[in-house]
């Protein structure tokens, strides 16, 4: 599976953006699906992640109700909405899939996941 993450750019304090996760291969739909970031500085964090039926998802408590993950296996993406966005929400932002054989089970730890998009850059001014 190979992941292209895209949608990342520059906004102000408050707006929004979409980042889109698109995977090759036809396995994407049988895998769970995680959205990771990573602030200057920082180590890497959970975002948010979504099951393989795309009936459960997590979200880390910092982007809960602000920040919606949803997949669309026929097209073989995934979707980040991030909204209300702030300074705070600045870093690069990785998708990451791995195959799994539980249809409901969301995974929260990076190293859950197998493979990994490269990433797209957010950036949110103050």
């Known amino acids: 599976v190979q992941l292209q993450a895209s949608g990342g750019g520059l906004v102000q304090t408050g707006g929004l953006l979409r980042l889109s996760c698109v995977a090759s291969?036809?396995?994407?739909?049988?895998?769970?699906v995680g959205w990771f970031r990573q602030a200057p500085g920082k180590e890497r964090e959970f975002v948010a992640a979504?099951?393989?039926?795309?009936?459960?998802?997590h979200y880390a408590e910092s982007v809960k109700d602000r920040f919606t993950i949803s997949r669309d296996n026929a097209k073989n993406t995934v979707a980040l909405q991030m909204n209300n966005l702030g300074p705070e929400d600045t870093a690069a932002y990785y998708c990451?899939?791995?195959?799994?054989?539980?249809?409901?089970?969301?995974?929260?730890?990076?190293?859950?996941?197998?493979?990994w998009g490269q990433g797209t850059l957010v950036t949110v001014s103050s």
């Open positions: 979504i099951s393989k039926s795309g009936g459960r998802t």
């Open positions: 291969g036809r396995t994407f739909s049988k895998c769970a």
């Open positions: 990451a899939a791995v195959p799994i054989s539980n249809w409901n089970l969301v995974l929260l730890f990076g190293h859950q996941y197998d493979y």
